[in-house]
């Protein structure tokens, strides 16, 4: 099993920092992430959220590849119905280039509602805005020059250099949770991003199986808030609130999405309204704080559920960098060993 960690380099107002604080310190830990042994750093993306969180996936990734040598730099995920297609598959062409061919293209199509307007996109089309990116993108990266006449985009004349150095080009990982995104992921992934429950991965292996592929011929990674210290006790209290601001912005945005997609609400599955509840939550999905044995056996449990190979550890927004590095040694040293042959 793989352990990578996802940065979205987010500044809430309670533990506020000059923002160039913010970014240095995330760099600073992704050198650190790679020196004890850590598989990959991934970088995240929203937009206009109060707490900044980082809107420039590709351009922080650059800035990864730069500081590291050895370690794989992804994103988790870029959120492509926002972007246009040429314009990613040249700029992640450069950061494969900086990077000598560590990087990992991850997208999805996005849920938060309020972010779409920001970019003149109407939300309803991004299964379409997905499938042309997709294609135009590979095209990008494999063709001389092309042209592309679809639903949503026209492209005349695309030559696009440099080329990554990744042959036939740098594997794309996409994200999903239920439906026609878990079937592009069966079409079109080379990794798949896992959201959700067990059940999520049986609706993958359906669909694997539909486009004739072995559910277990790609990379699956799933991710969550995550913190383990010594004393589990301790840290809980270190982080309580650090980890409950984050597990309660993705239950708000995730609240608007259901609402914006006419999902019916389950109530008996709706979000914790304290950090006590959220930490009696038992679904292996969900967050985590506990000490390095509990971290251990979390995991092996998620794999008897779910059979992921790697999963991408978010760091709880607003912790002092001093505590975050000491948390890093201690996974590299007390749970990443116990678990890299599982």
């Known amino acids: 099993m793989k352990f990578g960690l996802l940065f979205g380099m987010r500044n809430p107002e309670l533990w506020r920092k000059p923002y160039q604080q913010v970014y240095e310190e995330t760099l600073e830990q992704i050198q650190i992430a790679e020196k004890l042994g850590f598989d990959s750093v991934w970088m995240s993306e929203h937009h206009s959220a109060e707490d900044g969180y980082c809107p420039s996936t590709l351009v922080m990734a650059g800035a ?35 990077s000598n061919g560590r990087f990992i293209l991850g997208m999805a199509v996005g849920y938060v509602p309020e972010e779409y307007p920001i970019f003149g996109v109407n939300r309803k089309n991004r299964p379409s805005l997905m499938n042309e990116g997709l294609e135009i993108i590979k095209r990008c990266w494999t063709e001389e ?36 995104a878990i079937e592009r992921v069966a079409r079109e992934a080379d990794g798949f991003h896992y959201v959700g429950g067990a059940g999520v991965y049986d609706q993958f292996t359906l ?27 301790q840290g ?24 914006a997609d006419n999902v019916p609400v389950d109530k008996r599955h ?23 044995e509990q971290a251990v056996d979390f995991y092996r449990r998620r794999q008897a559920e779910v059979p992921i ?7 709880p927004p607003g912790i002092d960098h001093e505590k975050v590095v000491k948390y890093l040694e201690l996974l590299a040293t007390e749970v990443l060993p116990k678990l890299a042959e599982d």
Do not use: C
Request: glycine share 8%; no cysteine.
């Open 64 to 98: 990864a590849a730069v500081k590291t040598s050895t370690i794989t730099i992804g994103t988790r995920l870029l959120l492509l119905p926002m972007h246009h297609p040429v314009r990613v598959a040249e700029d992640a062409a450069v950061v494969d280039i900086l």
């Open 145 to 180: 020059k092309f042209d592309f006449e679809g639903k949503r985009f026209t492209v005349k004349g695309a030559a696009v250099q440099p080329k990554p150095i990744q042959k036939p080009h740098p594997p794309i990982w996409l994200g999903a949770s239920r439906g026609a």
């Open 207 to 233: 669909a694997m199986k539909k486009y004739g592929r072995d559910p277990g011929s790609i990379p699956v990674f799933d991710s969550r808030d995550f913190w383990v210290s010594e004393d589990s006790e």
């Open 236 to 259: 809980w209290e270190d982080v309580r609130e650090h980890i409950f601001y984050s597990y309660s912005k993705y239950a708000e945005w995730g609240a608007a999405a259901a609402d």
């Open 270 to 292: 709706e979000p914790a309204t304290t950090p006590e509840e959220m930490r009696s939550i038992s679904d292996l999905s969900g967050p985590f704080v506990g000490n390095p």
């Open 309 to 315: 190979n790697g999963t991408i550890l978010r760091i």
